[in-house]
T-cell receptor
Framework: DVKVTQSSRYLVKRTGEKVFLECVQD?????MFWYRQDPGLGLRLIYF???????EKGDIPEGYSVSREKKERFSLILESASTNQTSMYLC???????????FGDGTRLSIL | AQSVTQLDSQVPVFEEAPVELRCNYS??????LFWYVQYPNQGLQLLLK??????LVESINGFEAEFNKSQTSFHLRKPSVHISDTAEYFC???????????FGTGTRLTIIP
């Protein structure tokens, strides 16, 4: 079974801090994704990566960056956290095109 | 751009009653369709998928969904719900050859004992 592991379930940070959210998958998947989930808005794609060191912007990339130095690890970075980035963040991975994405359990991030 | 509409944000249903969760998508080009389920405090789990072939797809826990190309719909149904089906359900669509998914806003299914 595919395992996608997010480093923290809950995280509390202060405005202006640089925040790192880590995600690791164990199935050698090429594609990895970061979403944020907000009530009434569903999941919105922040960034995705289809290969090591490759990245593409999703629908809401402003205020975020990503890093993929190794195939199994995809990091989301909040350069200077703001209160409107308080949300649930979900990481996912997938292999072949159009195959299902597999999700981690999410990180609930609060910015105070 | 692709869009997905889940018409009902909340659906309350009595236990053992049938349920239908509606999903419509915008694009008429070749699509792949998914339903995901999210239990409280968890990530999303794949419930079922339509990639090709039979338009009726089933999951192992009694849900089914039918791909209707003419109506651009992929509604999720279950003939008899259980308390354990309480969760949020998300419909998602991807276009052929595209790794990205577009999600609906979700439907919260509440089972009334």
């Amino acid at each position: 079974d595919v395992k996608v592991t997010q480093s923290s379930r809950y995280l509390v940070k202060r405005t202006g801090e640089k925040v790192f959210l880590e995600c690791v998958q164990d199935m050698d998947h090429e594609n990895m994704f970061w979403y944020r989930q907000d009530p009434g808005l569903g999941l919105r794609l922040i960034y995705f990566s289809y290969d090591v060191k490759m990245k593409e912007k999703g629908d809401i990339p402003e205020g975020y960056s990503v890093s993929r130095e190794k195939k199994e690890r995809f990091s989301l970075i909040l350069e200077s956290a703001s209160t409107n980035q308080t949300s649930m963040y979900l990481c996912a991975s997938s292999g072949q095109p159009n195959q299902p994405q597999h999700f981690g359990d999410g990180t609930r991030l609060s910015i105070l | 751009a692709q869009s997905v509409t889940q018409l009902d944000s909340q659906v309350p249903v009595f236990e053992e009653a049938p349920v239908e969760l509606r999903c419509n998508y915008s694009s008429s080009v070749s699509v792949y369709l998914f339903w995901y389920v999210q239990y409280p405090n968890q990530g999303l789990q794949l419930l079922l998928k339509y990639l090709s072939g039979s338009t009726l797809v089933e999951s192992i826990n009694g849900f089914e969904a039918e791909f209707n190309k003419s109506q651009t719909s992929f509604h999720l149904r279950k003939p008899s719900v259980h308390i354990s089906d309480t969760a949020e359900y998300f419909c998602a669509v991807s276009n052929f050859g595209n790794e990205k998914l577009t999600f609906g806003t979700g439907t919260r299914l509440t089972i009334i004992p």
